[in-house]
């Protein structure tokens, strides 16, 4: 079945930049779009950003443009997020998603 791993969270200053993956198995992943998500204490889920299957197109949520950058490497199966210049307002359980599949999510802390 579709299995989606998040993973590179952690704790990190403002300012400061962090790179998540989001590893799949289970499916065919080089033909399929893959979604960014994140979920704040107390707020609902919100999408973050979007890569299609060739990668030659990409989608940011406004609050995110500039500053991260979604990428794949079909070859490994896997979906990165650089994530620059992080700012408190950052700070969430960042979870993948393709085929209504989620992962389980990794926390992003931005904190001084």
């Known amino acids: 079945q579709v299995q989606l791993v998040e993973s590179g969270g952690g704790l990190v200053q403002p300012g400061g930049s962090l790179r998540l993956s989001c590893a799949a198995s289970?499916?065919?992943?080089?033909?399929?779009?893959v979604n960014w998500y994140r979920q704040a204490p107390g707020k609902e889920r919100a999408w973050v950003a979007q890569?299609?299957?060739?990668?030659?197109?990409?989608k940011y949520a406004d609050f995110v443009k500039g500053r991260f950058t979604i990428s794949r490497d079909n070859a490994k199966n896997t979906v990165y997020q650089q994530m620059n210049s992080l700012k408190a307002e950052d700070t969430a359980v960042y979870y993948c998603?393709?085929?209504?599949?989620w992962g389980q999510g990794t926390q992003v802390t931005v904190s001084s």
């Open positions: 998603y393709t085929q209504g599949v």
């Open positions: 289970g499916f065919t992943f080089s033909t399929y779009a």
């Open positions: 890569i299609i299957s060739t990668a030659a197109s990409t």
